[in-house]
């Protein structure tokens, strides 16, 4: 991947990020979510594909990855900070369902985004919570 791959991926999880912030708050669909991001922002330099998947992918499986990641969490997952909650439904998602996404990559840019936009600490729990949950999302791969 080259650095203007990642980084229009790296953009389309921001975006992601923000769609799924939006649709915990609101309870919108993802085809609506998805619609009002193409009507708002340009698609430019984001990867317009992989924003969508993460969104529909998120919103549709949903009660998977909140079960993948509530063992290893210390509290009730409704209790996580939003968008913490957001950055690890996107990361377990990715680590899930998106095989080709290294998982040292899936972990690197849910640590980012949890500094840019979460709590004071709240890249700590996420790398805390990824650590536990990516041996066990691949399996097959070296994590761990």
Not at 1 to 28: D, E, K, V
Not at 96 to 121: D, K, M, Y
Request: glycine share 8%; net charge negative.
């Amino acid at each position: 991947m080259t650095n203007r791959a990642g980084g229009s991926r790296r953009l389309a999880r921001r975006a992601a990020l923000q769609g799924l912030y939006q649709w915990q708050a609101t309870g919108q669909g993802a085809e609506e979510i998805v619609g009002q991001f193409e009507q708002e922002r340009t698609f430019e330099r984001l990867d317009e594909e992989f924003f969508r998947l993460l969104v529909q992918g998120v919103i549709n499986h949903v009660r998977e990855l909140d079960t993948a990641l509530e063992s290893h969490i210390d509290r009730p997952f409704s209790q996580v900070d939003p968008v913490e909650r957001a950055v690890l439904r996107i990361a377990a998602f990715e680590l899930i369902h998106c095989s080709e996404v290294p998982w040292r990559v899936v972990i690197n840019e849910s640590i980012e985004l949890a500094r840019t936009f979460g709590a004071e600490q709240g890249h700590r729990f996420v790398n805390g919570v990824l650590d536990k949950l990516a041996p066990v999302a691949r399996r097959h791969d070296d994590a761990g």
